[in-house]
């Protein structure tokens, strides 16, 4: 009996997408190259972040189509762009969070160009493109890192802060695709996103902050519009959050890492309920879930995400062992429980190719298949780093029907891959976005842009 044809080419470039599959950006007509984030839209089309040349940086918003081709009409300006700029302040893009308008919010963090503290920015935008001028002042919501807000920005009480990424020893820079600031918007329209507070004049602390539609902080979460994050019974010196998702009935889980004198620390899952409280009937009445892993040097939380059908949560990151990392995945309950039918319970380490791996990105596949996404090396831009995406089943095992062993790389010769964003196309198939470095002496040079989309 002959395959599928589903079967056959799971896991390989959709030939219908740009050119092979791959659409490599600047292009002839298309200036911007930086890929920072990307969004599926209707009609199996794309929203796609940019960072555009300037000073201080801009960024970019476009839209690509179902074959692969930049729509130069959006915008209205001829160039397929739209362009947001903060006087004295470069820009980066975190994360783009669709709307049930058609709409979307561009969510990053602005630096100052000279001395002082930058913050994390919101920005809404109709699905034409036009920015929302009645969210937050003029369409602009910032959370300055140290309260010295511009006017119109609400100063009573902390000053938010957002993820600064911990130094490295290594020569080469760190790999991106880690977004840091996660955000997502609940179905009343109102906005949960993470970063972290300083109360008076302590140290700052991980927290969970929720914005109404509008843009202003919502009084009614936890009574404050913010909620710390701690651990129950567990003892750590600092937290970070790095992924936060909610639950269709508006609990929020927020996932990250805690960091001990003594290294790797470990990982978390908690939740909060609909109030900003943290509920402390998850996993059983423990509060949380927590996973070390034994003779690491490092381990963290990436991603998270919910399967529809029952609320099952998903959480990908990594772990260092001997200057090797490997994938790290595990999967719990809608109750915070280690679902026994993924890995026998137990965090999955996978180690898929011989330069180390980390899995940056996760998404459930409608028939339970879980799509992660990440690079291989050990995090940062250097010779074997590329573009890594994987299937497992609702098991943990390998899906042989993906590229007929279960994973695939993007690796084009002389040239360091990694991952920007990934997402799950309407129609199922994935979207894998991401930027390469040119090889050679010294520090690699950032060159292209690049999305691929592949076969599910």
Known sequence: MSRSTHAVNAGTLDPTFAKGGVLKLPTPEFTGYYIEAILPLAENQLLIAVLLPGDPTPIGLAKVKEGGSIDMVFG???????????????????????????????????????????????????????????????????????????????????????????????????????????????????????????????????????????????????????????????????????????????????????????????????????????????????????????????????????RASDGAIVAAGEIRRDRYSHGLMFVLTHGGFFDFAFNRGQPLLSSLVTDGQQWRHCAWQADGSIVVAGITGRGFVEEGTTALTARFRSDGSLDPTFNENGFVLFDEKERYETVVDMALMPNGRIVVGGFTWLGGSGLPGKDKGWIIRYLA
């Not at 009645?134 to 009480?157: C, H, I, K, S, T």
């Not at 977004?179 to 972290?196: F, P, R, T």
């Open 76 to 306: 209205g300006a001829g160039t397929g762009l739209v362009k947001f700029s903060l006087e004295d302040y470069d820009l980066d893009v975190r994360q783009l969070c669709g709307l049930s308008d058609g709409g979307w919010l561009v969510i990053g963090q602005y630096s100052p160009l000279g001395s002082g503290s930058g913050g994390v920015y919101v920005l809404r935008y109709f699905q034409d493109g036009w920015l929302d001028t009645f969210f937050g002042e003029g369409g602009v919501r910032l959370l300055p890192y140290r309260g010295e807000a511009r006017a119109g920005d609400r100063e009573e009480g902390p000053a938010p802060f957002g993820r600064r990424d911990r130094e490295t020893s290594a020569g080469a820079p760190r790999a991106s695709g880690a977004k840091g600031v996660s955000a997502v918007v609940q179905s009343d329209g109102k906005i949960v996103l993470s970063s972290v507070v300083r109360l008076d004049s302590g140290p700052s602390q991980a927290a969970v902050f929720r914005l109404n539609p509008n843009g202003s902080i919502d009084d009614t979460f936890n009574g404050s519009g913010f909620a710390i994050i701690e651990l129950p019974g567990i003892p750590y010196d600092r937290l970070n959050i790095y992924a936060v998702v909610v639950q269709a009935d508006g609990k929020v889980l927020v996932a990250g890492e805690y960091i001990q004198d003594s290294p790797p620390g470990g990982v978390y899952v908690i939740r909060l309920d609909a109030t900003g409280r943290l509920e402390t009937s998850f996993n059983g009445g423990v509060g949380a879930v927590t996973v070390a892993v034994p003779n690491s040097t490092l381990i963290d939380i990436n991603a998270m995400a919910l």
